[in-house]
């Protein structure tokens, strides 16, 4: 793509002058990206954890964790949200927008959980005609994470509740559950802390049946946050996160797990790819690619990231929550959280595979 060290210059130059005119200064610690021909598509609506699905329409769809009624600009949709909805492109041109349509789940998180809670991290496919949603809620009485799951015939929902999916024994959590479709099977990822002890968390895949009920002995470990370094360097607290995981399968026929570690509310939270072989239930856990034991693949540059082996478009600060769609024309994008301190907001990318390694522009 770039042909001559003018022309790359030129690219870099106009990405940064793009950014300086949408937020008005580039991010503090901020270093020149590189490779990257455009920036990003993000928004002003403070949504975390995002998840991007094509509807029906063209359009696409992406959900978030919980706001508030004075949070965010609003397109039709009022007072508090659990699964805000922003509704934004059409055919290839998948986009952004600044402001959320409506509640993909207008009557919260079903009665296993604490009544009028908050929902996190739901994760949404589309499987035969319909859409299955896997969210995160507190459970009734324990507070304890763990995923429930809703159905809808729509994209935009609304989402009708199918009770709890997964709840671990012993208190353990199970969240950020992100369903894919892979050889005409629903599949779910999600963060599976019951894999470990005590400050450890890890990642698991099931596959479902056609409700979207899980399969249990299908279950699979696909990483452990021992697999990996970075996951605990320099962090608050004692846990050592891995999670928000999105699985997708390249065109070399392997399948390949994207993840998230650190802090959430750091500089530091990144996202790391491991390469899980040809079957997205692999017989052994998935592989941190090129230097990801002890390096996130993508993550903020400036001085208090982790030293990312590639940067994102914005290089803003605690890049994570990424997960792979699919655009009309089946190319893979990526939407993505990044944090500035207070809210997080979404941004979708598209997700390439040069010489060098994989490559959000």
Request: glycine share 14%; hydrophobic share 35%; charged share 15%.
């Given at each position: 793509m770039?042909?001559s060290?003018r022309k790359r ?11 300086v005119?949408?937020t008005?200064?580039p ?15 993000t ?7 995002p998840?991007?699905v094509l509807?029906?329409d063209?359009s696409y769809v ?10 965010g600009?609003r397109?039709g ?17 998948v ?5 959320a349509s409506?509640?993909a ?6 009665g296993?959980?604490e ?22 809620a ?7 994470k ?10 935009r929902?609304p ?10 024994d012993?208190g353990?959590?199970?969240l950020?559950?992100?369903?894919f ?5 629903l ?6 802390d ?9 990642i ?6 056609g ?22 360097a ?6 050592h996160?891995?999670e928000n995981p999105s699985?997708w399968k390249?065109a070399?026929?392997?399948?390949y797990?994207?993840y ?8 530091r ?5 491991a390469n ?11 592989t ?25 478009p914005?290089?803003?600060?605690g ?5 792979v ?5 089946g ?7 990044w ?10 990318g ?12």
């Amino acid at each position: 793509m770039m042909k001559s060290l003018r022309k790359r210059g030129a690219i870099v130059a106009f990405a940064a002058a793009a950014l300086v005119a949408t937020t008005g200064a580039p991010p503090a610690g901020a270093v020149p990206q590189d490779d990257f021909a455009t920036l990003a598509s993000t928004s002003t609506f403070p949504l975390a954890d995002p998840d991007t699905v094509l509807a029906k329409d063209g359009s696409y769809v992406t959900y978030g964790t919980t706001v508030g009624a004075g949070t965010g600009a609003r397109c039709g949709a009022t007072g508090k949200l659990y699964v805000p909805v922003l509704v934004h492109g059409s055919g290839n041109s998948v986009g952004m927008t600044n402001c959320a349509s409506h509640d993909a789940l207008p009557s919260g998180p079903g009665g296993w959980a604490e009544p009028g809670g908050s929902v996190w991290a739901p994760g949404v496919a589309r499987f035969g005609d319909r859409f299955f949603m896997f969210y995160t809620a507190s459970r009734k009485g324990s507070g304890q994470k763990c995923i429930g799951r809703a159905v809808a015939d729509s994209a935009r929902g609304p989402f009708q509740n199918q009770g709890e999916w997964a709840c671990p024994d012993a208190g353990r959590w199970a969240l950020d559950a992100n369903p894919f479709v892979g050889g005409g099977n629903l599949y779910v990822t999600y963060r599976d802390d019951a894999i470990t002890t005590g400050a450890g968390t890890g990642i698991s895949t099931v596959r479902t049946d056609g409700e979207g009920r899980a399969i249990w002995d299908t279950r699979r470990d696909m990483l452990k946050s021992a697999d990996i370094t970075w996951d605990s360097a320099k962090i608050n607290g004692g846990t050592h996160v891995v999670e928000n995981p999105s699985m997708w399968k390249e065109a070399d026929g392997r399948w390949y797990l994207m993840y998230s570690g650190n802090n959430w509310d750091s500089a530091r939270y990144s996202t790391g790819i491991a390469n899980c072989g040809t079957t997205p239930l692999p017989s052994s856990r998935c592989t941190p690619i090129r230097e990801g034991v002890t390096r996130p693949f993508f993550g903020f540059t400036g001085t208090a990231g982790l030293n990312p082996i590639r940067g994102l478009p914005g290089n803003h600060q605690g890049p994570g929550g990424m997960d792979v769609f699919r655009a009309a024309d089946g190319t893979a994008r990526v939407v993505w959280h990044w944090w500035d301190g207070g809210p997080r907001f979404p941004m979708t990318g598209v997700l390439t595979r040069p010489t060098s390694g994989f490559l959000v522009s």
